[in-house]
């Protein structure tokens, strides 16, 4: 066992180390974690996610635009090019960023960091590709949503939780009135060297580097960067009808606070996702009613959270009972848990945040959200802020979340159960 643990740390000091600094090229920030495997990625980060956003739904019809014309090549060749190189473009939004991402072989950065840096310095938005290919995948991603129960009442609760800012949909409105004019002003307002960093996995740093610097050489670069006014808390009730999909409830909190180790650990405190497949677990909430389940969300941004547990299930009574469950285990953490339950709470963060880097997407979500701090934070970082949480704070963070008003969302039959019948 002790050389079991003895190993362990040696990797934890291996992937903490290999977490690269944050180097400035071209007034853009760069980061590159190399592990020597055989392909790379490199994601643009660009402050441009729907907290900024100047028309609902533009940020989203941005990030459908990705990879359509600009000043170096068509579409349509970017297309050809990209299967020719056997690599994959991709983008992704979320409420601060607008995420570019490209993943290929090695040898192939030079084309592909053309490709993601083209498009920030010199998209065209042609109005015949906004109207046949945009506009039609901005729909989607909002058909799509309305039919998937969890991502709505998550939507949603930022809405109730922020109201503005934090709080805009991820998706355009159903009749959207989104122009090409609008994605233009939003791009114009977004696209500066201030507001872009940049994450590589798979490649050197000093190569990357180079590689933006070519590409951000005549990028504009404004005084100050994209801002948005600070996140305010406020909560909320709401009950939707569903379309389709399990019944759905989410119980969540807000705070306007830096992400909060407490909350990680409370989240790993309440996950009834056991240790050994097939086994209950020792979860405050491992005895769930057939056909429910609980998953904790613990959402952060740069100046605010959003920690709650969605609960689905087949039908409104299951998800009443597992909702009360939810509540008490909240109220129970409010008050402490045993120390023994609390050490495994802290062990299980600590596995979670020490696993997830072993992904390419693990990695690139970690230096993604803090890359635009003034101190970007490292997987040891991390650790060690986990294990300096101690039983007091986390009874006390726990409590602090319930004191203020819920953020509550179901979805589906009118059945489901009102905040107040779950004890909130």
């Keep these: 066992m002790l050389a079991a643990r003895t190993s362990n740390a040696r990797c934890v000091k291996r992937i903490a180390r290999s977490f690269a600094t944050v180097v400035d090229a071209a007034g853009v920030k760069v980061a590159a974690v190399d592990r020597n495997q055989p392909t790379a990625s490199v994601t643009l980060f660009i402050k441009a996610g729907t907290r900024f956003e100047t028309k609902e739904g533009v940020a989203n019809a941005l990030k459908n635009f990705a990879f359509k014309t600009t000043a170096n090549r068509s579409s349509i060749g970017t297309v050809r090019e990209s299967e020719l190189y056997g690599g994959l473009l991709y983008s992704t939004l979320d409420r ?80 959207s009135k989104i122009t090409v004019d609008d994605i233009k002003s939003f791009a114009t307002a977004t696209f500066s060297k201030n507001n872009v960093a940049v994450v590589g996995t798979g490649i050197d740093q000093a190569t990357l580097s180079n590689l933006v610097e070519k590409g951000f050489a005549k990028a504009k670069a404004d005084a100050t960067a994209t801002s948005a006014p600070a996140s305010k808390y406020f909560g909320g009730e709401t009950r939707l009808g569903g379309h389709g999909g399990p019944q759905t409830a989410f119980i969540g909190f807000g705070t306007t606070a830096a992400a909060s180790a407490e909350l990680a650990v409370l989240a790993a405190h309440l996950s009834p996702v056991p240790s050994v497949k097939w086994s209950k677990g020792l979860s405050p909430l491992s005895s769930l009613p057939q056909g429910t389940s609980v998953t904790p969300v613990n959402l952060t941004y740069s100046d605010a959270s959003l920690f709650g547990l969605l609960v689905q299930g087949s039908t409104a009574e299951g998800v009443k009972e597992a909702g009360t469950a939810v509540v008490a285990a909240l109220k129970a953490a409010a008050k402490g848990i045993a120390p023994e339950v609390f050490t495994s709470a802290v062990a299980k963060a600590k596995f979670a945040a020490a696993s997830a880097t072993d992904t390419r997407e693990g990695v690139i979500a970690a230096l993604g959200s ?12 991390s650790l060690s802020s986990l294990e300096a949480v101690s039983a007091t704070a986390f009874s006390k963070a726990a409590a602090t979340l319930i004191a203020a008003k819920p953020t509550y969302v179901t979805i589906g039959d009118a059945q489901l159960p009102f905040a107040d019948e779950l004890g909130l």
């Design 96 to 175: 601060e960023h607008l995420a570019l991402t490209a993943e290929f072989l090695r040898a192939d950065a030079p084309y592909f960091v053309d490709v993601l840096t083209s498009f920030v310095t010199s998209a065209v938005f042609t109005r015949h590709e906004f109207e046949e290919v945009v506009a039609p995948l901005v729909a989607s991603d909002t058909a799509a949503a309305a039919h998937n129960p969890a991502a709505r009442a998550i939507d949603i609760a930022h809405n109730l939780a922020f109201r503005s800012g934090l709080g805009s949909s991820l998706f355009a409105p159903e009749h």
């Design 370 to 381: 803090k890359i635009f701090s003034t101190t970007p934070g490292t997987l040891d970082a």
